[in-house]
Every structure is written in C-alpha cells, then in structure tokens.
C-alpha cells in the first residue's frame, strides 16, 4: 500500500507520516528531508533553490524519488511526503509508482506560519517539535537521541512566505487532478492521526481524474 501526503507548509505531513510509519512498518519518504541530506556535487545547487523557499527542478526531484523508491525495499509501502508539488510531478505520479491513496492535510497560513516560526528538529534522528504544541522535555535537546535541536534554514519569515505563495500558485491545483481524502490539519496531532490511520485502514484504490 502506498500513499501520499500532501498540504500547505507545516500542516504536519512529516509528523504524521513519521507517526504512520512507525505504527504501520509503511517507509516515511520526504523529497524535503532528501534535498537537505544530499552531499556531493548537487548539494550547493539543492540549497540554492531550497534555502530561499523555491522549489528544486522538477527533472532533479523526479530522478531522485526514482532512485529512492527503487532502493527502498518494503513489504508494507510507502508514504509519500513532498511529492507530488506542480503539475507536471503530479503526471508523473502514477508513473513512478502505484498510489493507492492521496490524503489532503489543509491548514490555514496563518496557523502555517504560527507552527513553522515555533518547529525545531532533531538534526540526528530528524523527530520534528513544536515549542507550542509539541515542545521537548529538555529545552533545545531531543527526546529520542539527545541531540541539540536545530532550525531548519528555510523556516525564516521571508522564505515561509515564498513557500505559501508557491504553494497556493503551484500545488494547489493539481489537488483537483486526483480524488482526494481530506483531513483537517488544525485539529491536535494525534486527532488526525487517528483520522489518518482511519482513512488508511479502509482506503480504496485512489482514481486518477487527469
Ligand atoms: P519540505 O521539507 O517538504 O517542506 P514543506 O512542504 O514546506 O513542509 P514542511 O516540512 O515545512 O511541513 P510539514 O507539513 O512536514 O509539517 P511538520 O510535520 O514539520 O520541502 C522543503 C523544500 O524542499 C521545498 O520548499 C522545496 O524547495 C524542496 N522540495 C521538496 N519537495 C519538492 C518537490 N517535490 N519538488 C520541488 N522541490 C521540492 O509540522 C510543522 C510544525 O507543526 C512542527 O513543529 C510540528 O510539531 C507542528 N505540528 C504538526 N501537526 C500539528 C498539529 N496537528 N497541531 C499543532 N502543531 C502541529
Ligand atoms: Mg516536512
């Protein structure tokens, strides 16, 4: 079973995702956290996009989530977090690989910018906290691996409110491309957790509307 999970800035894609994964044995893929973790050749360039709020070439990121899922061996599948984002990603989709599910998290900007200002991540094991909703019990250190937490350099003012307008002007619509579920991202975590695991456990087979 594979699935995506798609939404505005912050909505909780990772959270949820993460909290999925680690309930079903699914394997949590975000394009996001694979653009930050390059190294090589690519890395400069990735950041030159990423670092401002712009989003990478879409020929990079098809050829990347390529490689990953053909490297991820999981009996379980996958969820997908950050792909697809424009249309032609969202062409591409059924393609790269079967998707049984797509499952919108929507937010307001408001609340978007509110979670976003207050996220800090664990730069080792990558559990993400929020000093409003989710805070660690240690200020600034990880639960899980004790690991000073960091900000991620894209969460400035500035770059969140290039994402929200990318978003709204290239993601948004490829919504209507696909029979969607729906899942109000403003309630508390483990509420649309619980709507997520809900939906995930008597899901059909996702129809492609293109
Ligand atoms: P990416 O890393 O995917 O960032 P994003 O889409 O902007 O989403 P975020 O990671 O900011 O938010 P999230 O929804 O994961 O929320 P989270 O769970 O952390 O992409 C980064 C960049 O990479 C892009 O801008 C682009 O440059 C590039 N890129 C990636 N994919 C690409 C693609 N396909 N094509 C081209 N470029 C691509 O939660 C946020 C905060 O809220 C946390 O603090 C969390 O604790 C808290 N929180 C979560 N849920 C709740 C809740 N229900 N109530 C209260 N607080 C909550
Ligand atoms: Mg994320």
Redesign the pocket.
């Given at each position: 079973m594979n699935i995506v999970?798609i939404?505005?800035?912050?909505?909780?894609?990772?959270?949820?995702?993460?909290m999925l994964a680690r309930e079903t044995g699914m394997i949590h893929i975000?394009?996001?956290?694979l653009?930050?973790h390059a190294r090589g050749s690519l890395k400069k360039e990735i950041h030159s996009?990423?670092d401002k709020?712009?989003?990478?070439?879409?020929e990079?990121?098809i050829k990347l989530?390529k490689i990953k899922l053909k490297e991820t061996k999981s009996k379980k599948g996958v969820i997908l977090?950050?792909?697809?984002?424009?249309i032609l990603?969202a062409e591409q989709l059924n393609k790269i690989t079967k998707i049984d599910a797509i499952i919108e998290?929507y937010i307001s900007d408001k609340e978007a910018i509110r979670?976003?200002m207050?996220?800090?991540?664990c730069p080792k094991c990558g559990l993400?906290?929020?000093l409003?909703?989710?805070p660690p019990k240690s200020k600034g250190i990880c639960n899980k691996c004790q690991t000073k937490l960091v900000q991620?350099e894209?969460?400035k003012e500035d770059a969140i409110k290039k994402?929200l307008f990318?978003?709204h002007k290239e993601t948004e619509p490829i919504l209507k491309m696909f029979k969607l579920y729906r899942v109000n991202?403003?309630?508390?975590?483990n509420?649309?957790h619980k709507e997520i695991t809900g939906i995930v456990k008597g899901m059909s087979r996702v129809i492609l509307i293109l």
């Open positions: 999970l939404g505005s800035q912050g909505c909780g894609k990772g959270t949820q995702a993460e975000s394009t996001g956290d653009l930050r996009y990423i709020g712009n989003l990478v070439p879409d990079l990121i989530i977090d950050g792909f697809p984002r424009d990603q998290i979670r976003i207050n996220r800090w991540n993400t906290y929020n409003i909703s989710n991620r894209d969460d994402r990318i978003y991202g403003e309630l508390d975590i509420k649309v």
